[in-house]
């Protein structure tokens, strides 16, 4: 799979959008981008993930580059409740083992 | 609450001891994962079951075993433990079968393992 990276840590403030970026330069085609989140020792939560449209659930929005080299999460309205460690990774379209690196931790400020 | 049940929350056993950690997959999930995540390693797939039976093995040593029982419940059996074996193990559920990559994965609250 394709190595992804993230910075280590951003702030944002409550209420503001927050943008959590992610390089995945070496990416294949059949592979898809996924974010998942952790808030702190609980179990990962998945986001959103795409292939290369940009994508936007109740969580968050997705926009990929059109090289898909790398892409942007977005949380339009942060709460408290999104601090967390944000995973980016990238997973083949049969495969579905996920294996998270150190992850962006985001802290909102209120 | 994703709906996957963890048993127990804390445990704290002694270096060479053997443990079961229990998993009880969302309603309706077929399929079950069991992750470890220690600091230094992040994340790591462990094993896949499918239906009661063994789909995926990834990074498990042989001295952690597993299974999946007809109520589609799971237990992850590790013996003979290290200090290096501290950490949480998460189980996470999906509805299908393996290799459905879009099946998002369901995360348990994990058992916090502590050898001493």
């Known amino acids: 799979d394709a190595k992804t990276t993230q910075p280590p840590s951003m702030d944002c403030a409550e209420g503001r959008a927050a943008n959590l970026p992610c390089n995945h330069s070496?990416?294949?085609?059949?592979?898809?981008v996924y974010w998942y989140r952790q808030i702190h020792s609980q179990g990962p939560q998945y986001i959103i993930h795409?292939?290369?449209n940009n994508e936007t659930n109740e969580m968050a929005s997705l926009i990929i580059t059109e090289d898909r080299k790398s892409s942007t999460l977005i949380l339009p309205h942060a709460t408290l409740r999104d601090t967390a460690v944000y995973y980016c990774?990238?997973?083949?379209?049969?495969?579905?083992?996920?294996?998270f690196g150190a992850g962006t931790t985001v802290t909102v400020r209120a | 609450d994703s709906g996957v049940t963890q048993t127990p929350k804390h445990l704290i056993t002694a270096t060479g001891q053997r443990v079961t950690l229990r998993c009880s997959p969302r309603?309706?999930?077929?399929?079950v994962y069991w992750y470890q995540q220690s600091l230094d390693q992040g994340l790591q797939f462990l094993i896949q079951?499918?239906?009661?039976?063994?789909?995926a093995k990834g990074n498990i040593l042989e001295r952690f075993s597993a299974q999946q029982f007809p109520d589609l419940h799971s237990e992850l059996n590790l013996s003979s433990l290290e200090l290096g074996d501290s950490a949480l193990y998460f189980c996470?559920?999906?509805?299908?079968?393996?290799?459905?990559?879009?099946?998002?994965?369901?995360f348990g609250p994990g058992t916090r393992l502590t050898v001493l």
């Open positions: 079951y499918y239906n009661g039976e063994e789909r």
């Open positions: 795409g292939l290369k």
């Open positions: 070496t990416i294949s085609g059949n592979e898809y």
């Open positions: 990774i990238v997973i083949k379209g049969n495969d579905y083992k996920l294996s």
């Open positions: 309603s309706g999930d077929l399929s």
């Open positions: 996470a559920s999906s509805p299908r079968l393996a290799g459905k990559h879009t099946d998002t994965q369901y």
